[in-house]
């Protein structure tokens, strides 16, 4: 893929049969985090916490990778559900969900929502 200048570009470029999968890993972040920046970082789809900088400023990334659809959270954000992403995980901080499979979008949301209310918490400030 060519490098997207937004999401609705990296989207439109990816293979056709893995762009209904993209759009709905898409919308159960932006569900999750509604009011995450939406921009594209290290060539993927990225979402950050408004007014953040650095790593803090995090909250995840998605990307087509060959068969597989990649979710991308720190470390920290994925820690306090061992199990629930067990099936899914494929390294310290990344997910990976079949192109022709089923996207656990109740998951995502979830998973976003959590990371959302622990940086939102005192102790990460």
Known sequence: MTAARGVDEY???APEGARISLRKVRAAIREGAPE???SIS???PFYSYK???GVERRLCYFGVSGRNIGLYF???DLEPHVEEVARYKSAKSALRFPIDGPIPTV???KLVRDAVRRHRAPSSA
Do not use: F, H, N, S
């Open 36 to 38: 995450a920046e939406e």
């Open 42 to 44: 290290y060539g993927m």
């Open 74 to 76: 720190r470390p920290k």
């Open 11 to 13: 989207i439109g470029a």
């Open 51 to 53: 007014g953040e900088r």
């Open 107 to 109: 998951l995502i949301k």
